[in-house]
């Protein structure tokens, strides 16, 4: 406490370089202590310093970044009502760290849980390019040249010595991209993308032990299991892992997905469409609703403008028989030894059943009329009209001017152009455009309030400018948001009959849930200095008042000498102007003349 008010025995109390006891000492003094501001209830700060509980060393550093960076602001810009509902699953988060560290196997695969995610999409991407380059899968994969088996083994042994000496995350690429190629060519590419699905589906499934490791997901109710999204997901992606080995090679392609999740800017991507998803269906729904009224009128009145390019289905089609399957001009199929065989019946007998259609040429020159029956006139509208630039009257034929309805299919065509695809969707896209820029703008705001902002009482980097005290060490020293945390497990861990006063205080405060003891847009050293620049206000005033009474004093006391000399000047001209004068004879009061009458001043106007 005293060293908040003195700088000297502040930095005797700073742990230095020298390696001596006393600096041990201090070491050891401030890692295990830390300190807070609270408010009484009167409204005065105060501040403590208080030891830090050993199983507050047990909490996470995925946890600290999780709730660092997902804490709601309230009204006042603080983070606290959400950071202190989030106190006693961090707490219980520290009693399960706590137990993990009995057993070291586990607790090892627990602390690695970013690793495992890390493999787990590696090996999905390596899986994918594989499929992708090499299926259908052959039987065999060929002889490896002698040049290009040497340059693969120097590249798997140059990576595994990097491994070994200095592990890279490009090296291990390296190392398991040369080692994958060599398998190839080894064993197959069957194999090799089987041994490669089984270490995937091994990765995922000690990422989900990490993952239960560190949430303490069993020592949580049934409801909050249910509940916990990010666990369902994860045992989603573990399912299509073992799907991916037992039962066909292309789920893994949806593994790839993943990528969305590990991404926040891909993130926002979905979240421009499903934040404002109930704007965005009901205008859909418009828009089906006024395609389905100008699909009822192009039925009524355009029916045979309904002309949509066809390509003829070929006569044979050998490629899809896979060459046992073998068509007919009349359409139908006859085969056992093919993929459609397989699909329709193995029975040859009953091949003949397999019938498929065959386009004729007709007069339109490889059209068909689309609009025959309503459900087609909608079908043909929503599909060619959305997905052409003109809408439907890109699709409809090209009426003569000479018809009588031309004046009404360049209104139809024109209506359906402005109405549905400049307006309805441009309104969607807009939507998706604007709600995705505010998404973008709440990120940037969001780490400009995380950057400039302090956590626990809100107040903003510019009022620590010219300060005694940083912002930096305000939020590092003063106001730290995790030895409030410390603080709180404190009271919780402590015996009752040992309290203090403030740890009483907060102790009643904390088991009513009430915040009034977290400052808010307060701190002592903005305080201390606006109370020291007010009292130097005040004796800078006081100095002045007393420097202006003495120089009225100086003034009157000068006033008063210098009436005293008039006086004097004064009685001295007159004894010597009675001295001076000669004696004059006194007239009559009948010899005296009459007094004249002057007349008033007369006022004149300017």
Request: aromatic share 10%; net charge negative.
């Amino acid at each position: 406490q005293l060293s908040q008010h003195n700088k000297e025995l502040a930095a005797l109390l700073k742990p230095s370089s020298a390696a001596d006891y006393g600096n041990t000492a201090l070491e050891y003094y401030a890692k295990h202590t830390a300190q807070i501001e609270i408010v009484r209830q009167d409204r005065t700060m105060e501040r403590i310093v208080f030891p830090v509980p050993s199983i507050c060393e047990y909490l996470t550093d995925e946890t600290k970044s999780r709730v660092y960076h997902t804490a709601e602001r309230d009204e006042q810009g603080s983070k606290v009502s959400d950071f202190f509902e989030r106190c006693d699953d961090m707490f219980n988060e520290m009693k399960w760290q706590k137990k993990l560290r009995a057993n070291p196997t586990l607790y090892w695969i627990s602390a690695h849980m970013s690793l495992w995610s890390s493999i787990s999409f590696n090996l999905a991407m390596l899986i994918n390019l594989l499929i992708a380059f090499f299926f259908p899968f052959s039987g065999g994969t060929g002889e490896l040249d002698p040049r290009l088996s040497g340059l693969v083994w120097t590249a798997m042994l140059v990576s595994l010595a990097t491994v070994i000496t200095l592990p890279k995350a490009s090296a291990i690429r390296t190392l398991v991209a040369s080692a994958t190629l060599r398998l190839i060519f080894s064993v197959g590419l069957e194999p090799t993308l089987w041994l490669i699905g089984c270490a995937n589906v091994i990765n995922k499934a000690v990422f989900l032990v990490s993952l239960l490791g560190n949430r303490g997901t069993f020592t949580k109710n049934l409801q909050a299991i249910m509940g916990d999204v990010e666990l369902w997901y994860y045992v989603a992606y573990l399912i299509l892992c073992v799907l991916g080995l037992t039962m066909h090679e292309f789920f893994y392609s949806v593994l790839l997905l993943d990528v969305v999740y590990r991404e926040e800017t891909l993130l926002n991507v979905i979240r421009s469409v499903t934040r404002n998803g109930r704007s965005i269906v009901l205008t859909a729904v418009l828009a089906v609703i006024l395609i389905y009224l100008f699909s009822i009128i192009g039925y009524l009145f355009f029916e045979d403008d309904f002309l949509v390019d066809v390509d003829p289905a070929p006569h044979l089609m050998p490629a899809l028989a896979g060459g046992g399957l073998m068509c007919t001009q009349e359409g139908h199929c006859t085969g056992s030894d093919s993929p459609m065989a397989a699909m329709f019946g193995n029975d040859t007998d009953n091949a003949t059943d397999v019938v498929l259609p065959v386009l004729e040429e007709d007069d339109n020159g490889g059209k068909e009329r689309a609009c025959d029956t309503l459900v087609m006139c909608i079908i043909t509208t929503l599909n060619q009209g959305l997905r052409n630039g003109g809408g439907i009257g890109d699709v409809l034929r090209n009426p003569s001017s000479k018809e009588p309805l031309f004046v009404f299919r360049v209104m139809y065509d024109l209506l359906f152009f402005f109405v549905i695809i400049i307006i309805l969707l441009n309104l969607i896209f807009g939507i998706i455009i604007d709600t995705f820029a505010d998404l973008r703008s709440e990120k940037q705001q969001k780490e400009e309030i995380l950057k400039n902002t302090c956590f626990i009482c809100g107040l903003n980097r510019a009022a620590f400018d010219n300060k005694s005290v940083s912002f930096d060490e305000h939020i590092k020293e003063e106001h730290n948001m995790w030895h409030y945390l410390f603080f709180i497990v404190l009271v919780k861990v402590k015996d009752p009959t040992e309290f203090t006063g403030p740890e009483s205080y907060v102790y009643l405060m904390v088991k009513d849930k009430d915040l009034d003891w977290f400052p808010r847009m307060r701190a002592m050293s903005l305080a201390v200095e606006e109370g020291d620049s007010e009292q130097s206000e005040r004796q800078n005033l006081q100095a002045q008042l007393e420097a202006t009474t003495k120089l009225v004093e100086t003034l009157s006391t000068q006033l008063s000498e210098l009436r005293d000399q008039m006086t004097e000047q004064r009685k001295q001209k007159q004894r010597i102007g009675l001295l001076a004068a000669p004696a004059l004879p006194q007239i009559p009061p009948q010899f005296q003349p009459a007094p004249q009458q002057v007349p008033p001043p007369v006022a004149v106007n300017p």
